[in-house]
């Protein structure tokens, strides 16, 4: 079992969820935040924290959210470990709620994930 970050989270990166993690397994990039599955231990604390309801256990992933296990994933093996709550986004209480933000997640600067 592990949590995983949605995308809901996509140009908002509040980063609660990294103030409360035990193990550090939170990983950062440009516009997006993603968990380690193999270091999380599913104390389920980041969850309730997300102010954009982006994280859920996996085996509560909506169906169209299932993408975000392997994105997670995939993702957690190139990031940087962020361990330090930072300020989100600029604009992020304009993009928290929009669909299909899937499209924008950055991989690098300007990189868009194609994948
Ligand atoms: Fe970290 Fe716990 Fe969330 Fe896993 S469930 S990412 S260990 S806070
Ligand atoms: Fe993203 Fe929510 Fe954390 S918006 S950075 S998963 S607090």
Request: hydrophobic content about 40%; aromatic content about 8%.
């Amino acid at each position: 079992m592990t949590f995983v970050v949605t995308d809901n989270c996509i140009q908002c990166k509040y980063m609660d969820c990294v103030a409360v993690c035990p193990v550090d397994c939170f990983h950062e990039g440009p516009n997006f935040l993603v968990i380690d599955p193999v270091a999380c231990i599913d104390c389920t604390l980041c969850e309730p924290e997300c102010p954009a309801s982006a994280i859920f256990k996996d085996g509560d992933l909506p169906d169209e959210h299932q993408e975000y296990l392997a994105i997670n994933a995939r993702l957690a093996q190139e990031w940087p470990v962020v361990t330090e709550k930072k300020p989100p986004l600029p604009d992020a209480d304009q993009w928290d709620g929009r669909a299909h933000k899937r499209a924008l997640l950055l991989v690098e600067d300007s990189v868009r994930w194609t994948k």
